[in-house]
């Protein structure tokens, strides 16, 4: 039995379920990692031990200090959980375009928040531009570390476990929506490092295709899509980007938990019907994995489950 001696000790080993008949007939098997196992559900758990620990590491951060966030609530929830853990005061800024259950859980764990109001609940291209005003703003207090999320190359050492952890079966792509796009180049540098010739395929929303080279729009999948190219998305680092329509996502992510018993959230369903895609262009005794980045429980107040 695997113990910590900390909460700490639990991120990451997270295991990987194929796919049964939400894949059609003549297509690749398609492998999904079951982020969710992490401790507060999602695979920003790992970002945000790498982030403090690199940064306590480096000396920057240091007992006393409070931490600075700006977030969609997933990142947020994960740092909390760190801090809690540790004994750092967490400030963060989300918004309430993004599930109360994400809020809650961070101000359970014990962070400050500050929710900037939406435009109607959407995911404005502005959205994300006011929050980090606002972060940027606490982080100017003294005393503070800003994690700084959308610029920060630390969260790239805990998402390479996402890779390595996948390196004992031969795959052909692996594929991810990117929001800072850390989780996508956490694995594709561990691939590089372990001479893998898997294939990376980066998603976005169909609605607002900024990566693919077209106009920023709004869109409803928390975590991804934030209306700009991210500043850790490199472009020597995948091989292709690729549009999803949010609704075959959303129908997706239905599809999981009805058909599969898998329950994840919206990112989810847009990583598996782009995988599915794939795994369709492949063909038979092809491999494609991708991430269930988190629990479906952080999205029963939303409308993924209801409509
Ligand atoms: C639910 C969810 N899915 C996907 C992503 C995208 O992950 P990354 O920022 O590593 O590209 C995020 C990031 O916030 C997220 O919260």
Partial sequence: MRVGTSMLDVVGDTPVVQLGSVVPDGAADVFVKLEWFNPTGSYKDRMALAMIEEAERRGDLRAGMTVVEYTAGSTGSSLAYVCAAKGYRLKVVSS??????????????????????????????????????????????????????????????????????????????????????????????????????????????????????????????EGIGIGFVPPLLDDSRYDEVRTVDETAGRTMARRLAAEEGLFAGTSTGLNVAGAIELARELGAGGSVVTVACDTGLKYLAGDLYTT
């Fill in 96 to 221: 309430d375009a993004f599930a109360p259950e994400k809020l809650a859980t961070m101000a359970a764990l014990g962070a400050d928040l500050t929710v900037i109001a939406s435009d109607g609940g959407k995911v404005t291209p502005d959205l994300v531009t006011r929050m980090i005003a606002k972060a940027q703003e606490y982080a100017g207090e003294p005393g503070t570390y800003w994690t700084d999320q959308l610029n920060n190359r630390d969260s790239l050492v805990g998402y390479a476990a996402v890779g390595r952890e996948q390196l004992d079966r031969p795959i052909d792509v692996f594929c991810a929506a990117v929001g800072t796009a850390g989780l996508a180049m956490g694995v594709a540098h561990a691939f590089r490092e372990a001479g893998s010739k898997s294939r990376v395929v980066i998603f976005e929303p169909g609605s607002t295709p900024v990566i693919s080279g077209g106009e920023p729009g709004d869109h409803s999948v």
